[in-house]
């Protein structure tokens, strides 16, 4: 068994986030997280099944809830990207490209099981600041942004129940959240595409650039 899971069950890690980082959750998803986590593991313990987690940082690249498609569409419009809570804070995102590519790769590793690996993450450490700037050089626009603070994104939930939930996770936004994948990388060779690259490839999938962009 091959489990997906994200980095919830962390809580407030004040390091970068390693496979040895200390299950703390502080938040109802956290929780929620850390005990199919644990239920998992103690079945493997047990002999019950053979098993691994997989773990991502917040994902961009092709998937519903992706913010990068929001920055660039509003960017291209001319009008101003929207950044959560603080633009000076390390945020790690990982290439859902790269993750799924790397979990096919696991589920066929033999040696890979019964343990926790780190989706391969870009390991820059950028800022919302950054990510906004990238995007716009590569669609040759201004970099504007605003920072949505906690009443603006209170007042959003009122009406978007999706924005609502972000309340309880507001913390990975307020600090440095850096998310490492050395494992994965030391033990098989697994790396991450560079993050202007993946954009790149993204941004064109989008229709946003033009298909000789990519590189």
Same mark, same amino acid.
């Given at each position: 068994?091959?489990? /997906?899971?994200?980095?919830?069950?962390?809580?407030?890690?004040?390091?970068?986030?390693?496979?040895?980082?200390?299950?703390?959750?502080?938040?109802?998803?956290?929780?929620?997280?850390?005990?199919?986590?644990?239920?998992?593991?103690?079945?493997?313990?047990?002999? @019950?099944?053979?098993?691994?987690?997989?773990?991502?940082?917040?994902?961009?690249?092709?998937?519903? /809830? @992706?913010?990068?498609?929001?920055?660039?569409?509003?960017?291209?419009?001319?009008?101003?990207?929207?950044?959560?809570?603080?633009?000076?804070?390390?945020?790690?995102?990982?290439?859902?490209?790269?993750?799924?590519?790397?979990?096919?790769?696991?589920?066929?590793?033999?040696?890979?099981?019964?343990?926790?690996?780190?989706?391969?993450?870009?390991?820059?450490?950028?800022?919302?600041?950054?990510?906004?700037?990238?995007?716009?050089?590569?669609?040759?626009?201004?970099?504007?942004?605003?920072?949505?603070?906690?009443?603006?994104?209170?007042?959003?939930?009122? /009406?978007?129940?999706?924005?609502?939930?972000?309340?309880?996770?507001?913390?990975?936004?307020?600090?440095?959240?850096?998310?490492?994948?050395?494992?994965?990388?030391?033990?098989?060779?697994?790396?991450?595409?560079? /993050?202007?690259?993946?954009?790149?490839?993204?941004?064109?999938?989008?229709?946003?650039?033009?298909?000789?962009?990519?590189?």
């Amino acid at each position: 068994m091959v489990y /997906f899971d994200n980095v919830y069950m962390y809580g407030k890690a004040t390091e970068a986030m390693t496979e040895e980082t200390p299950v703390d959750p502080i938040s109802r998803k956290g929780r929620a997280r850390a005990k199919a986590a644990q239920v998992l593991m103690e079945a493997v313990e047990r002999g @019950d099944v053979e098993a691994m987690i997989t773990r991502s940082a917040d994902f961009y690249g092709p998937y519903q /809830f @992706d913010s990068i498609k929001t920055m660039a569409h509003r960017l291209r419009a001319g009008k101003k990207a929207q950044v959560l809570l603080a633009d000076n804070k390390i945020h790690s995102l990982t290439y859902v490209s790269d993750a799924g590519k790397a979990v096919a790769m696991l589920a066929n590793q033999p040696s890979a099981y019964n343990q926790v690996w780190h989706m391969p993450t870009d390991p820059a450490k950028r800022t919302a600041k950054d990510i906004v700037t990238v995007i716009a050089e590569l669609l040759e626009v201004e970099a504007r942004y605003r920072v949505v603070n906690k009443s603006m994104l209170a007042m959003a939930g009122w /009406f978007n129940p999706l924005i609502r939930e972000l309340g309880e996770m507001a913390y990975q936004y307020e600090q440095d959240y850096f998310f490492d994948s050395l494992k994965i990388t030391s033990t098989y060779g697994v790396s991450a595409t560079p /993050f202007r690259q993946g954009l790149t490839e993204y941004l064109t999938q989008l229709g946003f650039m033009p298909p000789q962009a990519i590189v």
